[in-house]
């Protein structure tokens, strides 16, 4: 396992990370334990010594499940990192509760990285000053040990919330599909932030047979998830790649990557440059996923439409994005947009939104 030093902080990190976000479920949707653990630990043995984890992911299990799967282990060689969504206005009290929750599923006496969840500079306005109260007690109390945020923002609402200088950690989408973050990651590894990538293959985009990729970019990798990996960890700024893993083979691949690492070199980089350039030449449909345009009254979830639309339309995974934009529930899809015309003049990049999403749901819904 490839190590290195987590921006200013004391911790040396796994450079992969395990997202427990996607950890296996039974078909009632409840985690399946001996798995989950099973596949933590067997990452555990291998080096992997960052875990992240939310209050809500898997309705609570995933913490539940890393509480299970660290038994045994001696704590202080295991980084543990989890979130609040504080954009749900909870009180004081429900803060701690969460918090001590998150203590007794985790099985710890502590958590290293303690997040606020999903930020962007509209939510960060609203609660961050109860976010640093809290937080500020259990890092007196020794609860926690540091503070960090999420983020879905643009990158200048990410730079203005890295420069508040009150965080020591950030977890930010960046992959090959999704590079807008890069500014704010060069800027949070300067200022001595660590650095935590989600979606390093695309929340699954790229572990997928998108064998498009790895043709278009004629590299020799065995699979797209590790060229995905490779990509985001050759940028010097990003300190863990954080992968939601959900079975053995994906975490062996994983591993395998990160062990043998090494940078995609300067041809490779500049390959696949050119294909991402000559693919965004198709992109007619600019959407930052900002989210100004949301909610939408009717609960049509607009960037998510147009996410799943790029990615099938432009980079060729289709096969996946329609699994994705399928998994939505019915109001949140294209064709549940009424055309009532109340986000098109939030949206910075003014895209005409109702007749995009016209668009998008005949290419998923065949209504052409
Ligand atoms: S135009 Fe469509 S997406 Fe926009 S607010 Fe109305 S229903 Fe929602
Ligand atoms: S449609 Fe416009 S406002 Fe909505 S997420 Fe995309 S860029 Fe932002």
Redesign the pocket.
Known sequence: MLYRRFGNTPYNVSRLGFGAMRLPVLPDGNVDFDKAVEIMRYAIENGVNFIDSHHFYHNGQSEEAIGRAIKGFPREKLILQTKIGMYNNYTDKQCWELLENALKKLNTDYIDFYLTHSLNWDTYTKYNRQFMQFTQKALDQKLIRYRGFSVHD?VENMKKIIQTGQFQAMTVQYNLLYRDSEQAIELAHQKGMGVVVMGPVGGGTFGYPGEELLSWAGLKQKSTASIAIRFVLSNSNVDIALSGMSTLDQVIDNINTVSNFTPLDKEDIKKLDEIFESRKKLLNL?????????PCPNNVN??SN?HWYNVANVYGVRKRAEEKYFSMKPEERASSCIACGK?VE??????Q?PE?LKEVADYFEDKK
Not at 286 to 294: A, E, H, N
Not at 346 to 351: A, D, R, S
Request: hydrophobic residues 25%; aromatic residues 14%; glycine residues 4%.
């Open positions: 643009n600019y959407c930052t996923g900002c989210r100004y345009c949301m607009i960037p147009f986000c939030k949206c910075p990049q003014k895209i939104i995009k």
